[in-house]
Each structure stands twice: as structure tokens, then as C-alpha cells.
């Protein structure tokens, strides 16, 4: 394996050995070995790509832990290669082609070999390339659950994951001679070139299902491996449909796709539980998911603990109490500085405060605001110098997160490589503190007195609501009237005309990968730029970053558009959101990213916490 140090997902800078390279399942699992984690929501989908399997974080969680990619983010911001499952690799620039090879011997776990078809149905689900035009997805969703029904017959609609690279490449990628390869051709530059493809769900259990193509005998155990050859021709089946455009047949497979692979009922099929990664899915009942080593896995992942449980546990006492009780090991609840004190005090139990890449603003709409006033820089500065930004900090997070202290930055986060860089010389300084003198001076010279700002919230958010009352007492001191907006439809009014002048919520733009810089702050964005932001240099900025695989490119771009958003009053970032971990010492080995998948970045690096029963030859 090698690790990438790059920016915005970029994939070039610094490679490293893994210390587990080489190693097997074989070689590192302790015989029962077990570590429970308390975890939010619940399990609903084996496929975390699909609109409905995307609602729920514990989806995702279990989908990175059970499946494997060419690529992974680590904990600082950059990302690790995993060369024992295969490799990317650019073959042509122009356009941009890249050759994603498949390692020899990678398999699911029924034993049948991962292969290209795989990645083409991956391919096919999260670019849309092969959607029929002018669907409205949204009249077949089941109001009840938020599924997605079937579609009709004449239609082909992939409810995948958009944005993450893929929907730029709209040609059908071409299969290579050595069976383990296909080239995949994006229309343009894409920085998140080595992320962008992974197999998901297993292309001959969704040809199987769709295509009506058995893959073993009528009287077959529902556990046992599917035959080869039937499973190398529901593949093939697949394949076929795709690069031959079968309506018919892509209706059927993107049927099963969408909503074949959400759990429902008790006990899930399992056929749906077939995975590529270091666990599999062994076991799933209500609050609870065991996953236990893949016997089949032969990757660079190796676990060495035998069964991950994943409980849900909602209630801060409740989690307190199965700690006291052993019966949880790892966890990572909403902080809350009661919580941590009560956990510190377990027996056993490290608690460890950080943040993560979700970040705290306050956004400014530029025009269509609530009071139209905002459209002056001069107003917009004024306003902003009276945001009490340290002492927001200082009330509401540093209690969770001693060390806590003012995100400096739009665009880059607290660990990130080139964040100290940055910050020195982007114009936040500027805001370190209140000044009430220059926010006057400059309401002044804008000609306004006592202007009326309205700020959108959620007011079932205390933090929130804590924010906004420093906010209104510190703005008051300059003549400010600030006025409450707060809707508990807060998300739907994002961006609405005339709703509201400024709005307090969280991004984790690192969802977004590479692409999240343009998705935010390009003019003609529709995707998030919510406060109508229009600047045409910010757009050459962002392009720059977009077109380029070189970190220092990309950083040099970042900071110049970090400077650019400060200078232009464009809001202000806040806080990184703080986190709160705490472990047993059962477990060794846990360490927590700031991205998405938080404390499980690396479970597989875990280790049981005392001598256990010797590992399994």
C-alpha cells in the first residue's frame, strides 16, 4: 500500500510503505476476537450509493469496511493506494483515461473473482451515462420509507452517487485484453481520478437477480458458492447489456441496483451480503450488526480482531453504562462535556477530544436577501468584524475540546497539509477579534443605520441557538438589529429568495471529494452555492484546482481563493466541529480521522487490548 499526501483528494506527493503490506487474514486474526462500537442509525442498505442507502452514515460505514478500492482516505488528508487490490493509472491526458486493473486474485467473498464487470456496473450506477433522459425519479419513492420502487419497463434509472467523478465520464469505459482491466475516459480533468471507481455491489449477484440467470442448482443451500461458470456468465450478461445499450435489460439491472440490496424484513438474503473487503457481514438484527473476517480476504487490510459489533446505542447515559457494564469498547457520541467527564471516569476508558472536517460558518447572501443589504461589501464587512468568533469558540466548543480554537480557513481544515500555510496569509487575521470601531466606520461610509439582519437556523440545534444569541448581543454593539429566521424546515429554506439575510449551519465538503471547491463557490454552481457568490476570478480559481493532479498547484490556487473569500466579506468560518472518541482498553489501535469515516478509518489495524487466544493459522 502506499500513502498519498495530496490536497482536495489530488493524487500526487508522498509514498510511503504500509507496515501491513503482505499480510493475510490468516496471519493477524486473534480466534475471538471481538470489539463492540456504538454507532448511530441503523443498517437499512447494503448499497451505500443509492439515495436511500446514503441517508444513513452507518450504511457507508459498513460498506468501507466490508468492500476495497484502489484508493482510501487517510487520517491526515490524503490518500492511501491499496495495491493488493489493484491499481489507477493515467494511459492518456487528453482526454483524461485511466487504466483501473484489478490485482490477481482478488474475489468476493462466494469465491467468485472480482473482474471488470464489477467496476463497469459501478460505472453505469454513479455516472448516469446510460439514464434515460428526463426522469423524474422522485414520483416512484415510497413516501413510507423513502425507497425507490420499480421503474417502468421502457426506463433505465440509476439512483447512484453524482458528483465523486464519475458523471464526467459519459462514454462507456472499454474492457482490457487481460481480463482484469477497463479504461474509463472522463470528458475532463478530474482530481479525483483514484477515487472516483469502485466495485460496490457484486455485478453477477445483480445480473442473477435482474436478468433472472441462476447461479447455482433449484435445490442449492442458500449459503453455498455460486458455480463458477454461472456466475462468468451473469458477468458477462451484464457486460453485454451495457455496451450493447439493452433498455430492457439495464431497466431490470438498475431495478436491482436501486432498492434490490435495502434491508428489509428480518433477516437479510445471503446472497446480499457478499462482499470484497476485510469483514463481511455476518449477522443483523434491530440496534445491532456483526462483522466478522473475510475467510477470503487476501488484501493489505488484514484485520486482526475477528468480530466488529455495531450496536446502536442513541442515549449518552446508556452508553456510559455499557462501557461501566463491558459492553462497549469504542465510541464516538456527539460531545457533550458531562458525557466525557462520565466516561473518563470508567474504569479502563481513554477519552480523547478532536475535530473533525465538518465545519461551522455563517454565510452572507450576496443578493435576494431577506433586507437587501448584503449586496454592499461595506455592509457585509461591518457585519462580519461584529461576529464574536472567539468567544463562540470559547462558550460552546473549548468545554468539549480545551485546544479548540477559530477555523481560520473556507477551504482547508485543521491537519490538513498546507492549512498553517495558508491561514498566515489570507486576511483572517483580520478577524481574530471584534472591532466594533471599524464595523461602525464602515456602516457609515455605506450611508446605513441600525441595518436589519436576519439569520437562518435551526432552532432545535442549542448549539445553534447559542450561536446566534452571541451573535445578535455582540452585533447590537454596533448598531446592528439582528433578527431570527429560524425555521424547523431550516435546510429546505437554504438559498430561497428573500427568506433570510445570513445563514449559521455546518458543510463537510470533504463528501464532495476534489469537486466540493466548484460545487461551493462557482458562480454558476447549482449544486451548493447557496448565497448566490458570483466572482469570476473565484471561478478561474476554482477551475485551476480542478484541472490540475500537482499539490502544489492546487494549494498555491487554494490560497489565493481562500484570500479572495475573506477579501470579499463572503461569511465566516467558524469552527471545525469537535468530536469526542472514547475507547476501552480492550482495544489498541484506534485513532480517529477527521473525515467521514471517523473512528472506523482503520479498524482493521486493531488489536485486541490483552493476550487473547493465539491467532488462527
Same mark, same amino acid.
Given at each position: $500500500?502506499?500513502?498519498?499526501?495530496?490536497?482536495?483528494?489530488?493524487?500526487?506527493?508522498?509514498?510511503?510503505?504500509?507496515?501491513?503490506?503482505?499480510?493475510?487474514?490468516?496471519?493477524?486474526?486473534?480466534?475471538? +476476537?471481538?470489539?463492540?462500537?456504538?454507532?448511530?442509525?441503523?443498517?437499512?442498505?447494503?448499497?451505500?450509493?443509492?439515495?436511500?442507502?446514503?441517508?444513513?452514515?452507518?450504511?457507508?460505514?459498513?460498506?468501507?469496511?466490508?468492500?476495497?478500492?484502489?484508493?482510501?482516505?487517510?487520517?491526515?488528508?490524503?490518500?492511501?493506494?491499496?495495491?493488493?487490490?489493484?491499481s489507477a493509472e493515467i494511459t492518456d491526458e487528453d482526454p483524461l483515461t485511466v487504466r483501473y486493473t484489478i490485482a490477481d486474485g482478488v474475489t468476493w467473498s462466494d469465491g467468485v473473482p472480482v473482474t471488470p464487470?464489477? #467496476?463497469?456496473?459501478?460505472?453505469?450506477?454513479?455516472?448516469?451515462?446510460?439514464?434515460?433522459? =428526463?426522469?423524474?425519479?422522485?414520483?416512484?419513492?415510497?413516501?413510507?420509507?423513502?425507497?425507490?420502487?420499480?421503474?417502468?419497463?421502457?426506463?433505465?434509472?440509476?439512483?447512484?452517487?453524482?458528483?465523486?467523478?464519475?458523471?464526467?465520464?459519459?462514454?462507456?469505459?472499454?474492457?482490457?485484453?487481460?481480463?482484469?482491466?477497463?479504461?474509463?475516459?472522463?470528458?475532463?480533468?478530474?482530481?479525483?481520478?483514484?477515487?472516483?471507481?469502485?466495485?460496490?455491489?457484486?455485478?453477477?449477484?445483480?445480473?442473477?437477480?435482474?436478468?433472472?440467470?441462476?447461479?447455482?442448482?433449484?435445490?442449492?443451500?442458500?449459503?453455498?458458492?455460486?458455480?463458477?461458470?454461472?456466475?462468468?456468465?451473469?458477468?458477462?450478461?451484464?457486460?453485454?447489456?451495457?455496451?450493447?445499450?439493452?433498455?430492457?435489460?439495464?431497466?431490470?439491472?438498475?431495478?436491482?441496483?436501486? +432498492?434490490?440490496?435495502?434491508?428489509?424484513?428480518?433477516?437479510?438474503?445471503?446472497?446480499?451480503?457478499?462482499?470484497?473487503?476485510?469483514?463481511?457481514?455476518?449477522?443483523?438484527?434491530?440496534?445491532?450488526?456483526?462483522?466478522?473476517?473475510?475467510?477470503?480476504?487476501?488484501?493489505?487490510?488484514?484485520?486482526?480482531?475477528?468480530?466488529?459489533?455495531?450496536?446502536?446505542v442513541e442515549d449518552p447515559a446508556e452508553l456510559v453504562r455499557r462501557f461501566e457494564d463491558g459492553r462497549v469498547d469504542v465510541a464516538a457520541p456527539a460531545p457533550d462535556a458531562e458525557l466525557a467527564r462520565s466516561?473518563?471516569?470508567?474504569?479502563?476508558?481513554?477519552?480523547?477530544?478532536?475535530?473533525?472536517?465538518?465545519?461551522?460558518?455563517?454565510?452572507?447572501?450576496?443578493?435576494?436577501?431577506?433586507?437587501?443589504?448584503?449586496?454592499?461589501?461595506?455592509?457585509?464587512?461591518?457585519?462580519?468584524?461584529?461576529?464574536?468568533?472567539?468567544?463562540?469558540?470559547?462558550?460552546?466548543?473549548?468545554?468539549?475540546?480545551?485546544?479548540?480554537?477559530?477555523?481560520?480557513?473556507?477551504?482547508?481544515?485543521?491537519?490538513?497539509?498546507?492549512?498553517?500555510?495558508?491561514?498566515?496569509?489570507?486576511?483572517?487575521?483580520?478577524?481574530?477579534?471584534?472591532?466594533? =470601531?471599524?464595523?461602525?466606520?464602515?456602516?457609515?461610509?455605506?450611508?446605513?443605520?441600525?441595518?436589519?439582519?436576519?439569520?437562518?437556523?435551526?432552532?432545535?440545534?442549542? !448549539?445553534?441557538?447559542?450561536?446566534?444569541? #452571541?451573535? !445578535?448581543?455582540?452585533?447590537?454593539?454596533?448598531?446592528?438589529?439582528?433578527?431570527?429566521?429560524?425555521?424547523?424546515?431550516?435546510?429546505? $429554506? #437554504?438559498?430561497?429568495?428573500?427568506?433570510?439575510?445570513?445563514?449559521?449551519?455546518?458543510?463537510?465538503?470533504?463528501?464532495?471529494?476534489?469537486?466540493?471547491?466548484?460545487?461551493?463557490?462557482?458562480?454558476?454552481?447549482?449544486?451548493?452555492?447557496?448565497?448566490?457568490?458570483?466572482?469570476?476570478?473565484?471561478?478561474?480559481?476554482?477551475?485551476?484546482?480542478?484541472?490540475?493532479?500537482?499539490?502544489?498547484?492546487?494549494?498555491?490556487?487554494?490560497?489565493?481563493?481562500?484570500?479572495? #473569500?475573506?477579501?470579499?466579506?463572503?461569511?465566516?468560518?467558524?469552527?471545525?466541529?469537535?468530536?469526542?472518541?472514547?475507547?476501552?482498553d480492550r482495544v489498541e489501535g484506534v485513532t480517529r480521522s477527521p473525515l467521514a469515516r471517523g473512528v472506523l478509518w482503520n479498524a482493521w489495524e486493531w488489536e485486541p487490548g490483552a493476550p487473547a487466544a493465539s491467532?488462527?493459522?
Open positions: $500500500m502506499r500513502t498519498i499526501r495530496a490536497l482536495a483528494g489530488a493524487a500526487a506527493l508522498a509514498v510511503a510503505a504500509s507496515a501491513l503490506a503482505g499480510c493475510t487474514q490468516h496471519d493477524r486474526v486473534v480466534d475471538g +476476537s471481538r470489539a463492540t462500537v456504538a454507532v448511530s442509525g441503523a443498517l437499512t442498505s447494503l448499497n451505500a450509493n443509492s439515495s436511500y442507502g446514503r441517508a444513513s452514515t452507518l450504511n457507508a460505514d459498513v460498506a468501507y469496511l466490508t468492500g476495497s478500492a484502489f484508493a482510501y482516505p487517510d487520517a491526515e488528508y490524503g490518500l492511501v493506494e491499496d495495491d493488493s487490490f489493484g464487470a464489477d #467496476l463497469l456496473l459501478a460505472w453505469a450506477a454513479n455516472s448516469g451515462a446510460l439514464d434515460s433522459d =428526463d426522469v423524474d425519479a422522485s414520483a416512484y419513492v415510497d413516501a413510507g420509507t423513502g425507497r425507490l420502487g420499480e421503474l417502468p419497463d421502457d426506463v433505465v434509472y440509476f439512483d447512484g452517487a453524482r458528483g465523486r467523478g464519475l458523471e464526467l465520464a459519459t462514454q462507456t469505459p472499454q474492457l482490457g485484453d487481460d481480463g482484469r482491466s477497463l479504461f474509463v475516459h472522463y470528458d475532463e480533468f478530474t482530481p479525483g481520478w483514484p477515487t472516483a471507481l469502485a466495485p460496490g455491489l457484486p455485478a453477477h449477484i445483480v445480473a442473477s437477480r435482474a436478468l433472472d440467470l441462476p447461479l447455482g442448482a433449484d435445490d442449492a443451500d442458500a449459503a453455498s458458492a455460486p458455480d463458477a461458470k454461472a456466475a462468468r456468465a451473469a458477468q458477462d450478461a451484464l457486460v453485454a447489456a451495457i455496451e450493447e445499450g439493452d433498455t430492457a435489460a439495464l431497466s431490470d439491472i438498475a431495478d436491482v441496483w436501486n +432498492s434490490g440490496f435495502d434491508l428489509v424484513g428480518s433477516s437479510p438474503d445471503p446472497e446480499l451480503l457478499v462482499a470484497n473487503g476485510p469483514y463481511l457481514v455476518s449477522a443483523v438484527s434491530d440496534g445491532s450488526v456483526t462483522l466478522t473476517a473475510n475467510p477470503r480476504y487476501r488484501g493489505s487490510r488484514a484485520p486482526a480482531i475477528e468480530s466488529l459489533v455495531l450496536e446502536t466516561l473518563a471516569a470508567v474504569d479502563g476508558v481513554a477519552v480523547v477530544a478532536g475535530s473533525e472536517a465538518t465545519f461551522e460558518h455563517i454565510d452572507l447572501q450576496f443578493a435576494d436577501s431577506k433586507s437587501g443589504l448584503f449586496g454592499d461589501a461595506r455592509i457585509r464587512e461591518a457585519f462580519l468584524r461584529v461576529v464574536p468568533r472567539q468567544q463562540i469558540v470559547e462558550e460552546l466548543v473549548q468545554p468539549v475540546q480545551a485546544d479548540a480554537a477559530p477555523l481560520d480557513s473556507f477551504v482547508l481544515r485543521p491537519g490538513a497539509p498546507a492549512y498553517a500555510e495558508v491561514i498566515a496569509e489570507n486576511g483572517s487575521s483580520e478577524y481574530g477579534s471584534t472591532d466594533v =470601531d471599524a464595523a461602525e466606520a464602515l456602516l457609515a461610509e455605506a450611508g446605513v443605520v441600525s441595518p436589519e439582519v436576519c439569520i437562518l437556523y435551526d432552532p432545535a440545534d442549542p !448549539r445553534r441557538v447559542a450561536e446566534f444569541e #452571541l451573535i !445578535r448581543t455582540s452585533a447590537e454593539r454596533a448598531g446592528f438589529r439582528v433578527t431570527d429566521c429560524s425555521r424547523p424546515n431550516w435546510t429546505e $429554506m #437554504l438559498g430561497v429568495s428573500g427568506a433570510y439575510d445570513a445563514a449559521l449551519f455546518a458543510w463537510d465538503t470533504t463528501r464532495l471529494g476534489p469537486s466540493a471547491v466548484a460545487a461551493v463557490f462557482r458562480s454558476d454552481s447549482a449544486v451548493a452555492n447557496l448565497n448566490r457568490f458570483s466572482d469570476p476570478e473565484a471561478d478561474e480559481l476554482v477551475d485551476r484546482v480542478l484541472g490540475t493532479g500537482d499539490a502544489d498547484e492546487q494549494t498555491d490556487a487554494l490560497r489565493e481563493l481562500d484570500a479572495l #473569500l475573506w477579501g470579499a466579506a463572503y461569511g465566516l468560518p467558524l469552527f471545525a466541529h469537535p468530536t469526542l472518541t472514547a475507547v476501552s491467532p488462527a493459522g
